[in-house]
């Protein structure tokens, strides 16, 4: 979002029309943004997106025939418009669930951030407006259900977190000690004014030490570098 006076185009993807119709009522009133589309499945959200190219997916996880992840997956994957590779619009997941395996699994599959669908409505309209500005939102209770995860909360992967987190340490190792301050601030889900508050910088220096981060890691965004972030942490941590 270049133009500060562009409005941010948001795609509401909910098999519920009400849901949809609610959104697009509290999402027009923030004035900058506008609703250019709606899907009730996310079978629909390919084709929704190369029509309407959105800059925010506002995206629900269960739907009866593709869910969520599934579409964010290959959102976030593959080409748009078939114009060849392109980063496409951010992925926003808003949905019911909190301390669930579906939290991680969003976040894997791409989507720049997680909110609950009790959330204020201001937050909301407020997350969509970073999503825009490539500063996507991590709530703490989202923060919460990745360190459960990460501690092994889930017997299910248990025994998989010793080689993720050698893994994701191995990985780090890559960055410098700025920049390894920088994502442990990220995985917070600070926003890059409260980092530059917090560890005294700029908000340019900010901007730079996170996008040499992820250029290091080979990493999308800001989620996938707080999720790399947990995963390098004891689980007492």
Do not use: C
Not at 8 to 26: K, P
Not at 194 to 212: F, P, Q, Y
Request: hydrophobic share 45%; no cysteine; net charge negative.
């Amino acid at each position: 979002m270049e133009d500060v006076n562009t409005p941010v185009r948001v795609l509401l993807v909910d098999d519920d029309a009400l849901v949809r119709a609610g959104l697009r009522l509290m999402l027009s009133g923030g004035g900058d943004i506008e609703v250019v589309g709606e899907a009730d499945d996310g079978s629909q959200v390919a084709a929704a997106v190369a029509e309407h190219r959105p800059d925010v997916v506002l995206m629900d996880v269960r739907m009866p025939e593709v869910d969520g992840i599934a579409a964010t997956a290959r959102l976030r994957s593959g080409p748009v418009g078939g114009a060849g590779p392109a980063p496409g619009p951010q992925v926003l997941v808003l949905t019911t669930f909190d301390a669930d395996t579906t939290v991680v699994r969003a976040l894997r599959a791409g989507a720049a951030g997680y909110l609950l669908k009790h959330t204020d409505p201001a937050r909301i309209v407020e997350a969509v407006r970073r999503a825009a500005l490539g500063e996507p939102v991590l709530s703490p209770s989202v923060a919460r259900a990745l360190m459960d995860r990460v501690a092994g909360a889930d017997p299910l992967e248990r025994t998989e977190v010793p080689t993720r987190r050698d893994r994701a340490r191995a990985r780090l190792a890559l960055l410098t000690a700025r920049e390894r301050d920088v994502a442990e601030a990220v995985t917070e889900g600070l926003s890059n004014t409260e980092i530059a508050d917090r560890l005294h910088m700029s908000m340019g220096t900010v901007k730079a030490h996170v996008s040499s981060a992820l250029t290091k890691l080979d990493l999308s965004g800001r989620i996938q570098l707080a999720l790399l972030t947990h995963d390098a942490r004891d689980p007492e941590d």
